[in-house]
């Protein structure tokens, strides 16, 4: 009996968002903000209480009608869970004294229960629905100050591109269904392995419905260049940013992972993910070194970050995948949530580097360059390590990302390498182990997690991981030019060009303008004229 009850939480959680949200929608009174926390709160209790039964329990309920049970919908659904009611209860004291707050939280509520019924419906139609739901939703958060034209330009840009997804995937559902003769996700996901398995190619409606959904994810990704929406939605409230960073982009890695055996069988599908999102990590990797702003500089990483997990998933490491988008989240809702002490953090290094400058016979700010033996030792120790450990754990799939965190600890040990008490080499080298160590552990372990099938397997070193290494090898070759070299003419002006963004967003905000100028609407007029008149006279 208890096992029948939970095959309905799926359901539950998001129509009782839904249901909260409309009722707060109508709330006008003060407490407003602690009933939305006091639900969000049962839901995580309800959800924390029966995830460990309804997780090892999904193999019997895989071929629910309208609900896919299985671990990958159980953990989207907890993330989702847990999301809200850490972005619900921040709100209760960062939207606190706002006017229209029952707005606030009634869109707040229906975008997560969009989300919460997108991650488990195993209907195309349910799956649309909540798809375009999600993106009307979090629109009216984006607009919520209507009086900031960036923030309305940014949300017309969303608007826009976000019809463009909707369209190419209600387009590949239409394909699919047409090919499977069924609206069934589960349906369509076993056909196409058995196809898979008999070594059957796709037909031509596959290849198109694959090519669209992966088209869909770069969109909803914010990859390059459809990006610039994503940088200037920073004008809405941060919960608004912390939600569309830490869940709502995610998205695409999702629809990737769910629809994984078709769209990993079509290598057009899988090319188009290569070249576009490993562009879009190159080049929004390095624009992010040149900004300033927190949330701009945060806006900038998540665009990087979702090129890279778009290109773990087209080198066929989908469990890198799914750890990408948790680590993800959880790591984007901090940031931003934790945006607002960026001053006092900036205060408080400024002191301590006063108080240690002042402590010095002879001060200097110049960052020390590291030398070319200090790198190639870096470099040397960071690939014997990762080989080392690759070994060890049997990996041997595409050796690309193993080459990126190869990078990345060679990064890591020229810093420890150039500090004023530089760690021991045996140091170094036990602690770049652990973290290795770490890093396999936790993409072996995130393996159990996904379906047993596979369908698409990148053997390390064949041309698209040749492809990936040599974008991963740029981005370390430019990241230290700009931060050590920066003084070369070159250096500086690709620095110019990566300040502007590379130019990719103006043909966009042109033809945004040009079919929907950003205007104030008539009620902020009206607001800003009344307010200005109440305003006491400076006149004698």
Request: charged share 10%.
């Amino acid at each position: 009996m208890s096992l029948v009850v939970l095959s309905f939480l799926p359901i539950f959680i998001p129509f009782t968002l839904f249901f909260g949200g409309w009722y707060l929608g109508r709330e006008k009174t003060k407490y407003v903000a602690q009933k939305a926390s006091r639900l969000s709160f049962v839901l995580l209790i309800i959800f924390l209480a029966t995830f460990p039964v309804s997780y090892f329990f999904t193999d019997a309920w895989q071929s629910s009608i309208l609900i896919r049970h299985t671990a990958l919908n159980q953990i989207m659904l907890g993330l989702v869970t847990v999301m809200g009611w850490v972005l619900i209860s921040f709100s209760r004291n960062y939207m606190a004294g706002q006017a229209n707050l029952n707005r606030y939280y009634r869109w707040l509520m229906f975008t997560l229960a969009s989300v919460a019924i997108t991650v488990t419906t195993n209907h195309l139609v349910i799956f649309w629905l909540g798809w375009l739901g999600i993106s009307l939703s979090l629109n009216n958060l984006l607009t919520f100050y209507a009086d900031r034209p960036r923030a309305i330009l940014a949300a017309h840009k969303k608007f826009m591109l976000a019809r463009v997804a909707e369209l190419s995937l209600f387009a590949a559902f239409a394909l699919l269904y047409q090919q499977y003769d069924s609206l069934y996700i589960n349906t369509i996901i076993d056909t196409a392995v058995a196809q898979s398995s008999a070594g059957l190619a796709l037909h031509w409606q596959e290849q198109v419905a694959a090519c669209l959904i992966a088209l869909a994810a770069l969109i909803k990704c914010a990859q390059l260049p459809f990006h610039g929406w994503l940088i200037q939605v920073v004008e809405s409230p941060t919960t608004v940013s912390a939600l569309l960073h830490a869940g709502v982009i995610n998205l695409g890695g999702y629809l990737l992972l769910l629809f994984t055996p078709v769209v990993a069988q079509s290598s057009v599908a899988i090319w188009l993910l290569l070249v576009v999102a490993g562009i879009s990590t190159l080049a929004s990797a390095l624009i992010m070194t040149t900004r300033i702003s927190v949330k701009v500089r945060l806006a900038w990483s998540t665009c990087a970050q979702m090129g890279l997990m778009l290109l773990e998933f087209a080198l066929g490491l989908y469990e890198l995948v799914l750890l990408h988008l948790l680590a993800h989240s959880f790591y984007k809702a901090y940031s931003f949530l934790n945006s607002g002490n960026a001053v006092n953090d900036a205060i408080r290094l400024r002191l301590s580097s006063a108080a240690k400058n002042n402590t010095q016979s002879s001060p200097t700010n110049k960052a020390v360059v590291p030398n070319a033996q200090t790198w190639l030792l870096a470099l040397g120790l960071s690939t014997a390590i990762v080989v080392i450990v690759r070994i060890l754990f049997g990996f041997d799939s595409a050796f690309s990302t193993w080459w990126l965190f190869a990078l990345a600890l060679t990064v890591l040990i020229v810093q420890w390498r150039t500090c004023e008490h530089s760690p021991s080499v045996v140091y170094t080298f036990a602690m770049g182990v652990f973290l290795c160590v770490i890093y396999a552990a936790l993409k072996y372990a995130t393996h159990y997690a996904l379906p047993t099938y596979s369908t698409h397997t990148v053997q390390a070193f064949s041309l698209a991981d040749i492809w990936a290494m040599v974008l991963f090898s740029l981005l370390f070759l430019l990241s230290a030019l700009l931060h050590y070299q920066v003084r070369w003419r070159a250096v500086r002006r690709l620095s110019i060009a990566l300040f502007a963004g590379l130019y990719l967003d103006e043909w966009l905000t042109r033809l945004v303008l040009k079919f929907w100028p950003v205007t104030l609407p008539a009620r902020t007029k009206q607001q800003h004229h009344e307010t200005t008149n109440n305003q006491p006279s400076l006149k004698p």
